[in-house]
């Protein structure tokens, strides 16, 4: 359990954030530029001190003012990713990725350097000086020295921001790696939705300082009035699935949950194991009935529940499937036209290859909450 | 066993010749040491491994004596000096030395360099002398006061003052100065260089070398280079 | 003619090394003070820095004759050196390493200081949550980024050592071979007839010297700067 | 026209990159971390020198190794945005937007201080210092400091990478109306392809210091073999289109071309004017027949030209409309089910709200040219 | 008792002015030789260095020398100075002023190189990109970025100045009311047998101006810092 309590003035901005997290997984921090993200974690990795208030991360206590516990930063052993890369600037690529690393005992190392390296593609830099390195290899060298650190909990502040679509393709993966296999918690700020569904297991929304919701991703994500905060764009809803099967000639998986299943591009997890995925509101079809001779793979039985305007021609349907819930975005005139009303019964289209597939380390915090502020 | 010696540094060039010279007869060495009279006392209080202290002025000869630094027994007036005016060379400046004169309105708006009569040997004894002759009130007020004979005597070489009151064994060395007039002998305390063994010292050597300095061989190295034997005391 | 009499090698000889000496061994003290003046606040801080400059602001004779009393063989530090262990600063090389040890290190502080200053906290800050202590964080992070103020602090420190005459000549006199470093000898050329042409020529040794450090020093700072990434 | 033609070397890493892009417009510099993208735009501003080529804007000679011209950088009047802010950190905000401004004759001035700092929300922080700002904050500074300073050419080096979706859809119609209104021609770098469709005029791929390919934005990403190096996700095709009319009352905005015609949420433009359309692929659903009671809005009639893989499970089918193409990126189980081949009639559907409207200046760069290396 | 004897007070402020407008002279010229050093190269470069750390490298009583030489009624500069515009340096608080500067002048330069190289270059160039030139960019950019050095520069100088003795006595000899500073009242008193009382309570009255003088340098430089941004 990441369990973080702060007050915390800075300059004229107050700093005023509670929320608990699962303790394994990603917390995600969301919020406008100038809200308050990188306030907090600069608070969680000990660089700032809050005025008053807790952070504890499973049985360690990083702060407490009450009990006048801070312990330093040094002790901490939290990875920082920090904004701005802040790498040694006299010290090779690979002294700046072994930094961490050299301090850290060799029987506690389980993130090793050559796989690292691989990943994040520094091979070609080891013997460079950070100095006329490219923003994406600063970034990315910075996020291997944390890594490397072998950090208890690790802090990525915009970690891939300056990273191109196929760098961050691959890092995804690692970073789930990082959260389901050696179970390091990782809280983030971001500001790319698909980053923040895929990787994270809960989501705290933040505006001035203050939390203005905070719960497991879907729950956060489901609720049409806070797609205000996420971004009109990226407006969507979050379902967990199981798989059930694979059908590799296709290169597909099929995925099941209490609303139906879906067909998906081929997921690399044996049956049976949790999923999810994030299905943005623009790619949800709604028909009367069901299609034929289409290109579309997934068609689910659905309810309207609710219809909100998105937009000066668009409308978020919130479609109940089952016990999960999808948003549909569509025109206002296809509204008018199909006669959608909450209770009418509905076809909700996916394109089978709409889906960003995030799997494992979900199902368990489906108790989560949410709070309003 | 080498001797060291300190002495004031107006006495460099003398006391390194007399070094050489007692080598070639006896075979000790002899080093020497050459800084403010002052100084060098100090370093006697405060334990330097001296032999020999020579001072330029009695005050500091007297500082060690009250406090059992030096060997009294030893203790001589080795040697004298006189005080001289000198010109830059060329000058035709004759300075009015007589009781009364007019050295200051001589001086125009130039001004007289001479020691700090308040430490520097030289300048004390200007001072008296000046006093003496009834000049001082108002020539102070136009000294330019130098922390050495040297440094004195390169002012008035240089031409910056039209005047200046040293030894005339600086006046000696400095071929852009001429000595324009000397003062009355009685008009200051005699100018006494004292000499003696420090208490601490342990090398035979030391003595015999202050016996050489006392030596009429000696007296011979000294004149060459301007000093006259001490005077009686009074 | 020679370049220079016996007398003045020995004399420039004794210089580099008195001076060498004193930047070996006032630049570990000089860092640490460095260090602690631009990276922490305490009380008396300002009278801690007031003593580190103080043989700035004093005559370099007083800074001599403080030297000689503490430290001469009758000194209460001088005193117990010798009793202990039979070491002697006064009338010695060492001591005059001692003095130009003194009267340079305000000199070496303020550079040192300033680049301690001028190095980016976020750096340290990132240390930290590698795992990296304060004396770790100093000897990775602060001492090779501080790298450029401290040659630049030696050299101005070597500059000033190379040129003191007041604290050397209070504190262990003028003795040739043992005590009469450059200055010295300019001082002593001075008292003698016609001596001004060998205090300009020992004048010039003594440029020269600093040149040649300079220059040492700016092909040191450059490659320093290129290894720590300045350039 | 803006003509670049440099070769540089950077420690181990070679620049050779040459194109020419319209003068008026955003030419968008694309391409994964480390390919060379700041190096570029540094040369254009003068920061580096290249070894030799030539950089001209319109008339201007800013550097001819040949002819022995390189003109300093403060007589270039570049606006530039760099990707770390550089924000001056003595002076206050305020002072910093002003720096630029306050060096150009106020008869010059075109572009108001008022307006940029409301347009960046800036207001609140006129008085600070840069430090402590978020970094959200220190790019939007950043951006206004360099639009004050009234550039005759804009150069921004992932300008929008810190910034929020939110802030992100406010400064984008106003960098529109830079590029429309005020005619300063742009280089930007980006690794969003969201803000490269919809902002630029001319793309260019740069790869290892290399142009891979270069042209109109349309011409470059209907490319299919373009699309592993732009990034899987975001293939998709660009329409250019003619507004025909507005529905007002149901917010929408039909749309022309040789395809036939589009309806999307209602564009800003009076009918007749030139508008971009950015289809991505996964946006576009292919039926072998209209369909109904569907919430889908555009179906145009379409013919398959190419297929080709476009993952394990995936497949890109390039669709020709009247003289346009289309890409849609579907299951190839729904290949083999739907039998599509090349030459096959189809019907090619998309979604009303899928459409990220880019309007104006499109239309005359058609001829652009595309190059491979 | 009282604290100072008239004599003293006059000396103490003597050296308050000799050393504030020695800096005040010196501080523009050093700020120019330490941009031009520490931003540019040119050939002689090092010999230029080499020329601004000679003060440090030779004893102040031979910069002394140098300056009677050359800045004396009789000397090339002085001598024109003097037949031109009727200004005499020699024996003057004036010359006394040049001579603290000459010897403080390699300080100053020191201290402020080392801030300008510890400026980010970026910055200076996003000032280029903004349409700075290079004069407009010292100013705007540099000059206040290196202020911390230049405060650095300005206190460690001042405190040279303070404790200034060779050169002073050397160049304008000691007059007190004109050329006495504290040095010199200080090097005075320790020549007289049991002048060590008042030597003492001279050098604690210079340490306590040095030790203001630093409050307010610290207290200035907390706030620069404050003002460019670096706390
Ligand atoms: N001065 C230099 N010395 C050596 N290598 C350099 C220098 N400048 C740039 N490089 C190298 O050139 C390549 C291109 O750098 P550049 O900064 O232009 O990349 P970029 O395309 O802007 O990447 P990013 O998207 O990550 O910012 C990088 O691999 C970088 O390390
Ligand atoms: N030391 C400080 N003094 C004054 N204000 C501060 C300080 N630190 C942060 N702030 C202000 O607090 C607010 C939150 O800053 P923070 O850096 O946490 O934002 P953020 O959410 O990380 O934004 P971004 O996404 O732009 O990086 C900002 O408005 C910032 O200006
Ligand atoms: O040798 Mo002295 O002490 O300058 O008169
Ligand atoms: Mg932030
Ligand atoms: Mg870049």
Redesign the pocket.
């Known amino acids: 359990m990441l369990d973080l309590q702060i007050r915390q003035s800075l300059g004229a901005f107050t700093l005023d954030i509670a929320f608990t997290a699962e303790e394994r997984g990603v917390t995600a921090l969301f919020g406008r530029s100038g809200s308050g993200k990188t306030s907090v974690i600069n608070a969680i990795a000990g660089l700032t001190r809050p005025d008053e208030g807790h952070i504890r991360v499973g049985d360690t206590v990083f702060f407490d003012s009450a009990r006048h516990v801070d312990v330093p930063v040094e002790k901490r052993r939290i990875g920082y990713v920090f904004q701005d890369s802040r790498l040694f600037p006299h010290m090779t690529v690979r002294s700046n990725l072994e930094y961490g690393l050299r301090r850290v005992p060799a029987a506690e190392r389980r993130i090793a350097f050559g796989p690292v390296v691989d990943l994040l593609g520094l091979g070609h830099?080891l013997d460079?000086r950070p100095?006329?390195?490219?923003?994406?290899?600063r970034?990315r060298i910075a996020f291997g020295r944390a890594l490397l650190a072998q950090p208890r909990l690790l802090l990525m502040d915009e970690p891939m921001a300056?990273l191109?679509a196929a760098r961050k393709a691959e890092i995804m993966p690692y970073i789930e790696r990082l959260r389901d296999e050696m179970n390091i918690p990782i809280v983030m700020v971001s500001h790319a939705l698909d980053e923040v569904v895929r990787l994270a297991t809960t989501m705290v929304l933040i505006a001035e300082g203050r939390v203005r919701g905070s719960g497991p991703v879907g729950t956060v994500m489901g609720r049409l009035d806070l797609s205000a905060v996420t971004g009109a764009q990226d407006a969507g809803a979050v379902l967990d699935l199981t798989v059930e099967t694979h059908i590799p000639e296709d290169g597909l998986s099929v995925l099941a949950f209490d609303g139906g299943r879906l067909t998906v591009p081929q997921i690399d997890r044996p049956p049976g194991s949790a999923v999810r995925l994030h299905i943005h509101a623009r790619d949800v079809i709604v028909a009367l009935q069901p299609l034929a001779g289409v290109s579309l793979r997934n068609a689910l039985t659905a309810t309207v529940i609710e219809l909100a305007e998105a937009g000066p021609s668009s409308a978020d349907v919130r479609l109940a499937v089952g016990g999960s819930f999808l948003i549909a975005r569509i025109t206002r005139a296809a509204v008018r036209e199909l006669g959608l009303m909450p209770g009418r019964e509905v076809v909700a289209l996916v394109k089978g290859v709409a889906f960003e597939p995030h799997s494992g380390g979900a199902v368990s915090d489906r108790h989560g909450r949410v709070v309003d502020v | 066993q080498d001797v060291l010696v300190l002495a004031a540094a107006s006495t460099k060039n003398a006391v390194e010749k007399l070094a050489t010279q007692f080598k070639a007869k006896t075979g000790a060495t002899v080093t020497s040491s050459f800084a403010a009279s002052s100084a060098l006392a100090k370093q006697i209080e405060n334990g330097a491994p001296a032999d020999i202290f020579i001072s330029a002025d009695l005050d500091w000869m007297d500082y060690l004596q009250q406090r059992n630094l030096i060997k009294t027994d030893s203790r001589v007036n080795l040697l004298g000096n006189e005080l001289v005016v000198v010109v830059p060379k060329g000058s035709t400046l004759k300075p009015d030395l007589s009781k009364g004169g007019k050295l200051a309105e001589q001086l125009g708006d130039g001004r007289l360099a001479t020691g700090d009569p308040s430490n520097v040997p030289v300048g004390k004894y200007a001072k008296a002398a000046l006093e003496k002759l009834d000049q001082w009130a108002a020539v102070e007020p136009k000294l330019a006061r130098a922390d050495s004979v040297r440094a004195a005597l390169v002012l008035v070489s240089r031409g910056e003052v039209p005047v200046g009151i040293v030894y005339r064994t600086d006046a000696a060395i400095d071929p852009g100065v001429e000595v324009a007039a000397a003062f009355p002998p009685d008009s200051y305390p005699p100018i006494t260089y004292p000499a003696a063994l420090v208490a601490s010292s342990k090398t035979a050597a030391a003595a015999s070398f202050l016996d050489y300095m006392k030596s009429p061989d000696g007296m011979a190295v000294w004149k060459e280079f301007g000093f006259v034997p001490a005077p009686k005391a009074p | 003619m020679e370049i220079l009499t016996p007398m003045e090698t020995t004399a420039l000889l004794l210089s580099l090394r008195v001076a060498g000496v004193a930047i070996a061994l006032g630049l570990p003290l000089a860092v640490l003070a460095a260090w602690v003046l631009g990276r922490y606040s305490f009380p008396g801080k300002t009278l801690f820095d007031g003593l580190v400059h103080l043989p700035l602001v004093l005559p370099p004779v007083v800074t001599g004759y403080i030297l000689l009393v503490t430290m001469g063989t009758k000194g209460v530090v001088g005193g117990w050196l010798y009793q202990t262990f039979g070491i002697k600063l006064i009338f010695t090389a060492e001591g005059a390493s001692l003095a130009v040890a003194v009267t340079s290190f305000p000199l070496m502080v303020r550079a040192i200081r300033l680049s301690v200053e001028a190095i980016d906290g976020g750096l340290e800050a990132a240390a930290r949550t590698l795992g990296a202590g304060p004396v770790d964080r100093f000897f990775t992070i602060l001492l090779p980024l501080m790298a450029p103020g401290l040659l630049s602090g030696a050299i101005v420190a070597f500059a000033a050592a190379m040129g003191e005459f007041g604290a050397v000549i209070t504190f262990v006199s003028n003795i040739p071979g043992k005590t009469q470093t450059l200055p010295l000898a300019i001082y002593a050329a001075t008292q003698e007839p016609g001596g001004d042409a060998v205090a300009a020529r020992l004048a010039a040794i003594s440029f020269t010297v600093a040149l040649l450090a300079l220059m040492l020093s700016e092909f040191l700072a450059n490659r320093v700067r290129r290894l720590i990434g300045q350039v």
């Open positions: 830099l460079r100095r006329g390195l490219s923003g994406g290899e970034q300056s191109d």
